[in-house]
């Protein structure tokens, strides 16, 4: 794993080393054991560029690793983060066609790959990667991204110039580019929690989508979707083949992750996924797996016991760690991490068990992607119950009965779930990507209207996020709900906001995450399986239990599902109730002309009197408002 950076300009500059220096100096954490800078030109003598890696060594430790690295006569440079486990397979293939090696790296693959093949080597690989490849000779740069975008890749381009890196921060050393605030990224950002590929904070940097190249030769930019994931073809195996197969791909991508120069280990939260890769792993590793969990105080986040039993059972080398979160010291460093407003809270626990981690080993497996592969999350089942309801004439669903619900939600039990419930009905629309929305949201529609100033609202005319959900559900091409669904989630949460949470809390700690269930010949195969295997009536992840309920004990298989979270709800009405209120309500965040105070005081006022939950919208403003404060410093 590493950092990547590149500045390329059409026509000849004088380049200044210091403005790369600064851009590698921000994302050392991402590579703490060495560092290169390349300064060059192209053919012509008219174009510069200049490339910059920090690394942290996982495979060939030796200096012939060093990036950026270069073909044999120098004409091609690369700046690679990520890992290629196929890359041995490549590499012989290579070899047998004349070219010749002078490391052991993934890295020097991808070179003689472009070489042999251009730009199709990008659909060669198989593994996480985000890199730039200058070639002198075309005068141009290739930067890629892998398919489901575990490896992140922020951009700025021009007629004049292309900057690309592995951190926003990083990118902004540049001069040239421009800094101003996308007032429909914050839009997207309050609905989703995360800002959605290709949109950034700033207008005019881009994220890299999941599975896209782009080029950039003297000012003109193409970019191109390589990869899509199908569930329109579905398998005509049986079920004891299916079975058979699911096992086979992801021991298979299991054994890949395993290739490491260093040590490793696994995260360990006690749920299905992140069992099954311990169960793998024992029974793949000659040596006890190194396994590491973190456990609360509050009993209601712990999920230590179920950790303890998948340790026992396969006699892992097991280390806990108990943490008490201290949101308002770890808040700062990690806005400054994400390098935009990101309102996950798991990202927190995500830090802390990547630092204690990071103490043992430098390359962690995890089970993430299981729920988005295997429909894991109970909004899925949520999702086939709603769609019933659009069948429900308006007139029965706009009941007067229930809006009055709505409004008064009286104490019977579970009152803030009923009261979400009977919004959702009565909002139910005939379509689908709608409708899914509304369980996923933050703020919906209309209480981002609501709590917009009115110059702000003027600048998101004709803008919601709805758009977005649709565009995904049609491009997914496939007339199933859950299949729309679940590509959505694997083109738009997994990506933007899960992978981008593990990445940047992992490096923050100099750790290197790999995930078997995000491997992309794994995730097409459970593609093409009928839904139905996935979400069998109310039982999630059904084909996943069958397939590996003889390693895993039924205490772990038919256990509820737990979130990774902390307790944000219990510390906005206690410990961080002042710096809210000091926070959101300060002059200064008044003054940014996005929000109108009043609303946002209601918000809080009705989360802190238990009037309403309003944890979540609570969090994302106050993410937005710290990570203002946080450019300012810059």
């Known amino acids: 794993m590493c950092g990547i950076a590149g500045i390329i300009y059409k026509a000849k500059k004088d380049i200044k080393k210091e403005i790369m220096e600064k851009m590698i100096a921000e994302?050392?954490?991402?590579?703490?054991?060495?560092k290169g800078i390349y300064i060059g030109e192209g053919i012509s003598g008219k174009t510069n560029a200049i490339l910059g890696h920090c690394r942290l060594s996982i495979i060939d430790l030796s200096p012939l690793g060093k990036q950026p690295m270069s073909n044999?006569?120098?004409?091609?440079?690369?700046?690679?983060?990520?890992?290629?486990?196929?890359?041995?397979e490549l590499r012989d293939e290579l070899k047998r066609n004349g070219h010749r090696f002078r490391s052991r790296t993934d890295t020097e693959v991808i070179i003689h790959g472009y070489e042999e093949w251009g730009v199709n080597v990008i659909k060669r690989l198989r593994g996480m990667f985000a890199f730039g490849i200058w070639d002198s000779k075309k005068e141009e740069v290739l930067i890629a991204r892998d398919r489901i975008g575990?490896?992140?890749?922020?951009?700025?381009?021009n007629n004049n110039i292309i900057a690309f890196a592995s951190s926003l921060y990083s990118l902004l050393m540049v001069p040239e580019v421009e800094k101003e605030i996308d007032p429909i990224a914050i839009h997207h950002f309050l609905t989703f929690q995360y800002i959605p590929s290709p949109f950034t904070i700033f207008?005019?940097?881009?994220?890299?989508?999941?599975?896209h190249y782009h080029i950039w030769k003297n000012g003109f930019k193409e970019s191109k979707k390589y990869w899509k994931i199908n569930f329109k073809y579905k398998t005509k195996e049986s079920i004891y083949e299916i079975k058979a197969h699911i096992r086979e791909t992801l021991i298979n991508s299991v054994k890949m992750r395993l290739i490491s120069d260093v040590p490793l280990g696994a995260?360990?939260?006690g749920g299905i996924d992140s069992s099954i890769i311990v169960g793998i792993m024992a029974e793949l590793s000659s040596e006890p797996v190194k396994t590491f969990s973190i456990d609360f105080e509050e009993q209601a986040f712990s999920e230590i016991k179920y950790a303890r039993m998948i340790a026992n059972r396969f006699n892992t080398e097991h280390h806990e760690f108990t943490v008490k979160p201290k949101a308002l010291e770890i808040l700062p460093k990690l806005i400054r991490q994400y390098g935009e407003p990101f309102g996950d809270s798991s990202a927190i626990p995500t830090y802390y068990v990547s630092k204690v981690t990071s103490n043992h080993v430098k390359v962690t497996l995890t089970g993430d992607a299981g729920d988005e592969n295997f429909a894991g999350y109970k909004r899925y089942q949520y999702a086939k119950w709603f769609e019933l309801f659009k069948y429900i004439p308006k007139t029965i669903r706009n009941n007067p009965l229930i809006s009055f619900l709505i409004r008064n939600p009286f104490n019977y039990p579970k009152k803030q779930f009923f009261k979400k419930l009977l919004k959702i009905i009565s909002s139910i629309d005939s379509s689908s990507g709608k409708n899914y929305l509304l369980q996923i949201k933050v703020f919906a529609e209309d209480e981002k209207d609501e709590i917009y100033t009115d110059d702000f609202k003027k600048e998101l005319e004709g803008v919601n996020s709805i758009t977005l959900i649709e565009e995904f559900f049609q491009k997914a091409e496939t007339a199933d709900l859950l299949d729309k669904i679940l590509y959505t989630d694997i083109q738009s949460y997994l990506p933007d906001c899960l992978m981008v949470k593990v990445d940047v809390a992992s490096m923050a700690n100099s750790l290197e995450a790999r995930s078997p269930f995000l491997d992309h010949e794994f995730i097409q195969y459970v593609a093409s399986l009928p839904s139905s295997y996935k979400l069998k009536g109310n039982h999630s992840k059904w084909i996943l239990k069958e397939t590996f309920k003889d390693i895993i004990p039924p205490a772990i298989l038919n256990r509820k599902k737990m979130g990774f979270g902390v307790p944000i709800e219990i510390w906005f009405r206690s410990d961080m109730k002042e710096f809210v209120y000091d926070t959101l309500l300060s002059k200064k965040a008044e003054q940014r002309?996005?929000?109108q105070k009043e609303v946002v005081e209601k918000i809080i006022n009705n989360h802190i009197k238990k009037e309403e939950n309003n944890a979540y919208k609570i969090w994302l403003l106050l993410n937005l408002e710290l990570w203002f404060q946080e450019m300012e410093r810059i």
Not at 150 to 157: A, D, E, I, R, V
Not at 203 to 211: D, M
């Open 267 to 269: 995260f360990l939260s």
């Open 593 to 595: 002309g996005i929000f």
């Open 150 to 157: 575990q490896k992140p890749l922020f951009y700025f381009s």
């Open 72 to 88: 044999e006569d120098g004409q091609i440079w690369i700046t690679y983060n990520g890992e290629i486990y196929n890359f041995q």
């Open 27 to 34: 994302m050392h954490h991402r590579g703490p054991d060495d």
């Open 203 to 211: 207008k005019k940097v881009k994220k890299l989508s999941p599975g």
